[in-house]
């Protein structure tokens, strides 16, 4: 790494670029609401409720906003003692990456009435989970088996480890963001879906060779350092993936730029593991039939068992 | 520049001298990912085996008319064409088997195999022995994604293709996910010993 500063400002703002969605919040009698355990929502009010009111399951009617038919039935509604905070219980517990909406009916006070309200996790929180998700739960190198040639391939020493990782996160984010522009205001309009693969391969071919012209003219030194990695990413699935799945799922901008952060970040994260391990394993002693290849392959498949830990990881 | 191997030659090679997946150590991903069963193995052997056909075929058909510096992007996109084709063709005539091997199918594209074979072979040689060398190449990988889908179902689930042959199952962690990694692992070092164990013969 030649110049990690330059590096860090540069995610730095790009991370800050995403704060800028803000929630509107809900007005009026709800003051606020959230998630509780796994079968609650908490709703705390502006004012003192009457309990009589608050605590009739009956008033409620809630359910998730992709399926308005589906009622969820509430069991239970428990008020505190300051008469603001009031649990809402079900009988099973709830989808929380769902917005739910909640609609309360005969509830006035001070002339004020409680109409229906959203409850779903902040949309920021959602863009991590993204994030975090595509980091560690389903790490493309450890539980999704993407990348493997380059991961064998460039896995050696720590240096081409982390020089290689960080020429694909920025590969991949650029042409991520490329090939979302071109899927939605091209692709679709015009109904060339079947057409995928080679519109997606070629940007990814093109977005390699701006980045090779780019900073061969930019910043030779850098490119000293990197230009090597930049041929081998066009001969890489990981890199091809992010837009076949971002395109699959339908993920908006900000969805689809975490996506790729995140799958980037998590190859750095991948390479940077297991040239730290086969540094180290170069002075083990290993039986000659699992030199090189072979006990790489072993090793790799016990940090996939590793990552296995993550799944269910649940933060936001 | 023609090559002086025979037809039979060629494939032969493809198949065990420079087997993709266990000699060459190309095109890990789907060796891991997905041969938990020998029929997983096949049909994505099957379709590795059309691509690779008819991208070698296609680059030595037009090996003159293609200008050196752009040689790699006009690789890239004849495979993408390819798979493209495939692609459409499983998803409509066999969507079962489309549906369970997911996003692999579309991501043959970026299989290094391909693009290697198209830029060390098929670019100099005649179609004909290109057309071989593709046939070769491809079954190698299909035998080899075959052979890590034998030894992972019969040693996971007990079954080959389907059909109960043991009648129990002796290590479920074969089918899981991530044996992938010690599936290959092992199998690459069974080889080597092979190796180790014949040199030593011959020298003897």
């Known amino acids: 790494m030649k110049n990690p500063a330059m590096f860090r400002k540069l995610l730095l703002s790009l991370v800050a670029l995403l704060l800028l969605p803000v929630l509107a919040q809900a007005e009026g009698l709800v003051a606020g609401q959230s998630f509780g355990k796994a079968n609650e929502i908490v709703v705390t009010f502006a004012a003192a409720m009457d309990a009589a009111k608050v605590t009739n399951p009956a008033n409620y009617v809630v359910y998730e906003e992709q399926d308005p038919d589906i009622r969820l039935p509430v069991t239970n509604v428990a008020l505190a003692a300051d008469g603001k905070t009031a649990i809402l219980t079900f009988a099973e517990p709830l989808n929380s990456t769902q917005a739910h909406v909640v609609s309360i009916a005969n509830l006035t006070q001070a002339g004020k009435a409680a109409e229906s309200f959203r409850v779903m996790k902040s949309y920021l929180g959602y863009l991590l989970s993204i994030l975090v998700s595509a980091l560690l739960i389903n790490n493309f190198v450890f539980t999704k088996y993407l990348g493997l040639c380059v991961f064998f391939g460039t896995s050696k020493r720590k240096d081409t480890a982390k020089g290689m990782g960080l020429t694909f996160t920025i590969v991949m984010v650029v042409s991520a963001i490329m090939s979302w522009f071109f899927y939605q205001f091209v692709m679709k309009p015009y109904g060339l879906n079947f057409l995928q693969i080679v519109i997606f391969i070629g940007l990814v071919s093109l977005t390699v060779q701006a980045v090779d012209t780019i900073l061969r003219k930019v910043n030779p030194a850098l490119f000293n350092a990197f230009g090597v990695y930049l041929v081998l990413v066009i001969a890489n699935c990981v890199?091809?993936?992010?837009?076949?799945?971002?395109?699959?799922?339908?993920?908006?901008?900000?969805?689809?730029?975490?996506?790729?952060?995140?799958?980037?970040?998590?190859?750095?994260?991948?390479?940077?593991?297991?040239?730290?391990?086969?540094?180290?394993?170069?002075?083990?002693?290993?039986?000659?039939?699992?030199?090189?290849?072979?006990?790489?392959?072993?090793?790799?498949?016990?940090?996939?068992?590793?990552?296995?830990?993550?799944?269910?990881?649940?933060?936001f | 520049m023609a090559t002086d191997k025979s037809n039979m030659q060629l494939v032969v090679n493809g198949i065990l001298n420079e087997n993709p997946i266990f000699r060459l150590v190309l095109s890990m991903c789907p060796a891991v990912g997905i041969s938990t069963t020998v029929m997983n193995g096949f049909m994505l052997g099957v379709a590795v085996l059309f691509v690779q056909v008819f991208s070698s075929c296609t680059i030595a058909l037009f090996k003159n008319k293609i200008h050196p510096r752009i040689r790699i992007p006009t690789y890239t996109l004849t495979i993408a064409t390819w798979v493209t084709v495939i692609d459409l063709v499983l998803a409509a005539y066999l969507p079962e088997a489309y549906a369970r091997m997911g996003i692999f199918i579309k991501l043959i594209v970026a299989f290094a195999i391909i693009t290697m074979r198209l830029e060390m072979f098929a670019c100099k040689e005649s179609v004909n022995a290109s057309f071989w060398d593709g046939i070769g190449m491809g079954l190698g990988f299909m035998f080899g994604m075959m052979a890590l889908g034998l030894v992972r179902e019969l040693l996971g689930l007990g079954t080959i293709l389907g059909y109960d042959v043991l009648g129990f199952k002796p290590l479920l962690f074969f089918v899981l996910p991530f044996a992938g990694f010690f599936c290959v692992g092992l199998m690459m070092a069974f080889f080597n010993y092979i190796e180790i164990v014949y040199k030593r013969a011959k020298r003897a």
């Open chain 1, 239 to 315: 890199i091809i993936a992010v837009p076949l799945i971002l395109a699959d799922n339908e993920y908006n901008f900000f969805e689809s730029f975490m996506l790729a952060l995140g799958a980037g970040g998590g190859f750095l994260l991948a390479l940077y593991l297991m040239s730290s391990v086969r540094e180290r394993m170069e002075l083990a002693k290993i039986p000659p039939t699992f030199k090189g290849v072979p006990i790489a392959f072993i090793v790799a498949g016990q940090f996939a068992l590793a990552f296995l830990g993550f799944s269910g990881l649940n933060i």
